[in-house]
């Protein structure tokens, strides 16, 4: 079983829509949740990260942690096609070293 | 602020040929370092961490090596490249300011042919 399962997608909706992306991780020690975004042909940029359980709002997104089912969800408010892209989850330890990614979801927002 | 420098951003290299990627940090010291690769369509996967100068360790047994030959410098190499060597590598370290999550520089994308 990989540590953190992520549907690849790709996933196609239209401008304006609300999109929901979601992981599940296997291990409950994981403390530090993070999502990247990644454009075609670029390193991935931290978008947002919530230590332990809870939600963590930033502009249009909102990242949620439900540690009881080991499920951590990306929410896009009002998806723009500038947020075509794919989107990492990952996961991290506390004190760990390495930070263990999902294979990304591809998004695709249609003018 | 901290930011990442990989070179070359993209290399095309044959079958059996020798490979160098450079990767420096700013604006930090000591810092944790990672080489991870990205094959096409794939995640992320982790090849090598250090944790300081001259300790590496290594996630994926393989033709690639890496050093540290200094604090912020961390280098990626193989003796002779496979074509399933093909891929994007990225160099990645701790954001000091967003908790233990780190950050990615720009990536060298390498097409063995």
């Not at chain 1, 999502?35 to 940029?45: A, D, F, M, V």
């Not at chain 1, 439900?66 to 075509?84: A, E």
């Not at chain 2, 992320?44 to 100068?53: C, E, R």
């Amino acid at each position: 079983q990989k540590e953190v399962e992520q549907d690849p997608g790709p996933l196609s909706v239209p401008e304006g829509a609300i999109v929901s992306l979601n992981c599940t991780y296997s291990n409950s020690a994981f403390q530090y949740f993070m999502w990247y975004r990644q454009y075609s042909r670029k390193g991935p940029e931290l978008l947002m990260y919530t230590y332990s359980s809870g939600n963590k709002e930033d502009g249009r997104f909102t990242a949620q942690v439900d540690k009881s089912s080991k499920y951590i969800s990306l929410f896009i408010r009002d998806s723009q096609p500038s947020d075509s892209a794919t989107y990492l989850c990952a996961v991290l330890y506390t004190g760990g070293f390495k930070t263990i990614f999902g294979a990304g979801t591809r998004l695709f927002v249609k003018a | 602020s901290q930011t990442i420098h990989q070179w070359p951003a993209t290399l095309v290299q044959p079958v059996g040929s020798p490979l160098s990627l450079e990767c420096t940090v700013e604006g930090t010291s000591n810092p944790n370092l990672y080489w991870y690769r990205q094959a096409a369509g794939r995640g992320l996967q982790l090849l090598f961490y250090s944790v300081g100068i001259g300790q590496i360790s290594s996630e994926v047994p393989q033709n690639l090596s890496a050093s540290r030959p200094q604090d912020r410098q961390f280098i990626l190499s193989s003796k002779k490249l496979l074509l399933s060597d093909s891929g994007f590598y990225l160099c990645a370290s701790y954001l000091t300011a967003a908790g233990n999550t780190i950050y990615f520089g720009e990536g060298s994308w390498l097409t063995v042919v």
